[in-house]
Every structure is written in structure tokens, then in C-alpha cells.
């Protein structure tokens, strides 16, 4: 196993067995239920933006498969305090990067540690699984009830 397959597993394991952020926000302004049908991950993400258009609180529940779990805890972690213009740019960096279409070493970019997800690319199945928290928290952005990894 490389070095980076070993940090992966061992980050993903973290995640999973301590999730960063595992809580609702009972006062949240923006609440999205993500489905991912394929491997049955449920992920709700709560949020709250402040007056000046920062991600002031962001946390996640729900039952899902680690990769699931460890990408909902990696993300809310990483994104709070973030502006939501670089809330948007950070999640199409990710979105691409995880489906293969975007080489982090290839140009700078605004992923960090994110980049422990570039392996999923290799495993179809688990690309909806590491964007699930991903595509929730876009819905939530939206004000959408729920989102779906489908379509
Ligand atoms: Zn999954």
C-alpha cells in the first residue's frame, strides 16, 4: 500500500470513529437532507451564514458508509469561516476533483488536506459517496429541502 493510500485510510477511519461537527444546529437557517440511493447514505447538513456572507456554522448527521461519514466531517470542518464565493470555487475544485476531471498538483487550487478524496476517482461507486455532504450543502445554499447525488 503507497503512503498515500495509508494516510487516506487512516484519516477516513478518524473521521468516521470521531466526525467533526456531528450535531444539528437547532436555530440553522439552512437545513439539507442528501441522499446518496446507490449506497444508501444519508446525510443531513445544517448551516448558518452570517450578515456578511461567511459560513458562520456548518455541521452534518445521518447514517452513512465511512468514506460518507469522514467526507461530511472533513468538509464542515474545513469550509467553517469560509466566504461563500469560496465555499462555491472550493466545491467545484472537489466535485472535479474526486470525478477525475481536475489534477490538484496540476494547477493551485484551494483543496488542502481535501485532497486525500483524489483516490475515489479510481472507484465509481464512492465518488457519490465522498460528494454526497458536498451536493447537501450545496442544496442548503439553495434552500432546497433535499439533494441527491443522481442527476
Ligand atoms: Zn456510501
Known sequence: MSRSNELYQQVILDHNKNPRNYRTIPDAALVCEGHNPLCGDHITVYANVDANGTLADLSFQGNGCAIS???ASMMTAYLKGKTLAQVREIFTEFHDMVRGEFDPRSRENH??????????KEYSSRIKCASLAWHALMGALEKKPSATTEG
Open 69 to 71: 461519514k469522514a467526507s
Open 111 to 120: 483543496l488542502g488536506k481535501l485532497t486525500l478524496f483524489e483516490g475515489v
